[in-house]
C-alpha cells in the first residue's frame, strides 16, 4: 500500500517535522532515551525536500531496527561508542589552561566526563556493552571492539533485509537481483577466504581482486561486477551504520575482462538434442521459443497475456521493456507459434516473481544445460539461443536492417540498404523474414528435434 506524501511529516510554522515512531527494538538506544516517538526539524518549508530528507532518516533508522533485530549487543555498542566520543570532542572544547607558580602551563581535563562513563560503575549494574565502549573509547582498548564486529555474512544479510523493509514501504530500494548477488557474493567471498565468519572490517582489497579472479572460469564479467557492486553497498550501509570504519575495499578492486560477455558459442544439433531429451516440459517450452524468437531469457519470462497483440491481420508478440532501448519493440509470430506461445504464458507455464527476475530460470537452464552436456563453463547457456536464432536469419539470407528490429539489436552502423530501413519495415514484410528464417535449413534440423 502506497503511503500518502506527508507520512511521518508535520509542518509548523511553515517548517517540516519528522515525526517516527520508535519501533521498540531501538527506543533503548542513547539516542532515543526510551521515546516513543522521535521528532526532528527538517529545517526546510518545502514539501520535496522535507520528503528527500525524511526517506533518507528513516532509511537510516531501518537498518538499526535491522541491526538490533539481528545483533542487539552490537548495536547498543556501536551506540554507546558514538555517545562517549560525542562526549570526549565536547570535554575537549572545556579543557582549560593553567598556569603554575613556576610559570609552567598545563592543561587540565574535566573529571564530569569520567563520573559520567565510569567503567566499574557499568559493571556493577551489568551492563556490558556500556562497559566495552568506556574500555575503548575512554581507555583505548582496541581489542574490544572485535567482540562486537560486524561478518561479512551478517552484513550482507543486514543489508538485504533493510532493503526489502524500504521496498515494503513503498521507498526507493535496491533491486531484487541486486540483493541475490549481495547474498551469493558475500558467500563466495567467505568461502573463498576459507573462513565463513570472517569480519567485514578484515576484508582487503587484494583479497577482494584475487577473488574476482577465482572466479574468471565460472563467472561472466557481467556477474562479477555485479558482485563487486553488491558488496560495496554492503560495506556502505555498514559504514553509514558505524558498523565498519576506513576504506571501501570493493571500491577500485581489480578485475580483469575475460571477454565472456561479450558472446555465446552456439550449442551443437548434438547437444540442442541431449537438453531437449532431458528437459521438463517448461523448460523445454522455454527452450523452444527462446530458439524460435532469438529473445533474451528475461524478455521471455516478463511476457503477460496483454503482451499478445493482432495489428493489420498480424500476429503480434510485444515486449515493453528489456536490457535496452532497442529491446522494446513488436515482432511478429506464425499464427501457430503465436498462439502456442500465449498459452504458455497465460497458463503461467514460466511462474517468476513480480520483479521478473529471471535468475531462477537462468539457473535451472544451466543446471539443464550441465547435465546434458556435461559441460560447466559459461561459453554457453540459454543466451547462445539467441545467436542461433540470428544465425538462422543469417543464413535465410535476410538483410541485417531487417533482422535487427526483430531481434531487439540495435541499428547503428547497419548499411541501410536501399534506405528501407529509415521508412521502416511494416509487420506483414517482417512476418515474411520470420516465416523464410524458420524454414531455412539451419532452423529446421533445430526444430525437429522438438518432435521427436
Known sequence: MKRRETWALQQKANVWYLVWNVPKAIRGLPMFGGRRLYTKTLQTGDLKEAQRKRDLIVANFDRLVAQAEEAPKRLKFNAYIEEIQQAVR????????????????????????????????????????????????IHGDLKVSDKYAITLKEASKAFIKSEKAKAAKGLKAAAPATLSRAKHAADSLAAFL???????????????????????????????????????????????????????????????????????????????????????????????????????????????????EVSQGVPLVRIKAGKTANSIRAFPLPVALWEELRL???????????????????????????????????????????????????????????????????TKGLTMSYGLYSSGYDYSHQLQAVEAMLASDYMSQLLKLFNK
Open 90 to 137: 565536547e570535554a575537549e572544547q572545556r579543557i582549560e589552561t593553567v598556569l603554575l607558580p613556576d610559570g609552567q602551563e598545563v592543561e587540565v581535563e574535566s573529571e564530569s566526563l569520567y563520573h559520567a562513563y565510569d567503567l566499574e560503575s557499568a559493571i556493577e549494574r551489568g551492563n556490558e556493552e556500556l562497559a566495552d565502549a568506556i574500555r575503548q573509547a
Open 344 to 410: 504458455c504464458v497465460v497458463g503461467n507455464l514460466w511462474p517468476v516473481p513480480k520483479s521478473k527476475n529471471p535468475h531462477g530460470w537462468s539457473s535451472k537452464f544451466g543446471k539443464l544445460k550441465e547435465a546434458a552436456t556435461g559441460a560447466r563453463d559459461r561459453t554457453k547457456g540459454f543466451h547462445s539461443l539467441r545467436g542461433m536464432a540470428i544465425t538462422a536469419y543469417q543464413r535465410a539470407g535476410i538483410p541485417e536492417d531487417v533482422t535487427a528490429p526483430i531481434v531487439g539489436h540495435g
Open 194 to 308: 576459507g573462513r565463513p565468519a570472517v569480519l567485514l572490517k578484515d576484508v582487503e582489497r587484494r583479497d577482494v581482486t584475487l577473488w574476482l579472479g577465482s572466479l574468471a572460469g565460472n563467472k561472466s564479467d557481467s556477474t562479477r561486477v555485479g558482485y563487486l557492486s553488491a558488496l560495496s553497498l554492503v560495506w556502505e550501509t555498514s559504514y553509514l551504520t558505524r558498523s565498519v570504519e576506513g576504506d571501501n575495499p570493493f571500491k577500485s578492486a581489480g578485475i580483469k575482462s575475460t571477454g565472456d560477455s561479450q558472446s555465446y558459442a552456439p550449442f551443437t544439433v548434438e547437444e540442442l538434442a541431449q537438453i531437449i531429451e532431458k528437459a521438463t516440459p517448461e523448460l523445454r517450452m522455454l527452450t523452444k521459443f527462446g530458439l524460435i524468437t532469438g529473445c533474451r531469457l528475461s524478455e521471455i519470462i516478463g511476457l503477460q497475456a496483454d503482451s499478445f
